[in-house]
Nanobody, 121 residues
Framework: QVQLVESGGGLVQPGGSLSLSCAAS????????MGWYRQAPGKQRELVAV???????NYPDSVKGRFTISRDNAKNAVYLQMNSLKPEDTAVYYC???????????????WGQGTQVTVSS
């Protein structure tokens, strides 16, 4: 069984910074992409950042230059550093990983439990 456990998040004033962490554990043979998504009330879940195995990263324009994703493959972990936060960044943030649990398994999507990020004065 694969688990993604997130930490971080909370309340921050506009212009502030927060960092999120996510670690995968359990039956893991290979991890491919790891990333972060967010979902604000009444909106669809959207990609925030993705770290592709091999080192490439990708961000939507809404967070480019403010958010930085990084991975620690030895720890099966992914991090999100969020700077210059805006009220519109308020959402529940979810960690995502594409994982092959075993050598003969397919690659599945796994999700963290979500962590609230609120940007407000």
């Amino acid at each position: 069984q694969v688990q993604l456990v997130e930490s971080g998040g909370g309340l921050v004033q506009p212009g502030g910074s927060l960092s999120l962490s996510c670690a995968a554990s359990g039956s893991i043979f290979s991890i491919y992409n790891m990333g972060w998504y967010r979902q604000a009330p009444g909106k669809q879940r959207e990609l925030v950042a993705v770290a592709i195995s091999g080192g490439r990263t990708n961000y939507p324009d809404s967070v480019k230059g403010r958010f930085t994703i990084s991975r620690d493959n030895a720890k099966n972990a992914v991090y999100l550093q969020m700077n210059s936060l805006k009220p519109e960044d308020t959402a529940v943030y979810y960690c995502n990983a594409k994982i092959r649990p075993g050598p003969r398994s397919g690659v599945d999507d796994y999700w963290g439990q979500g962590t609230q990020v609120t940007v407000s004065s």
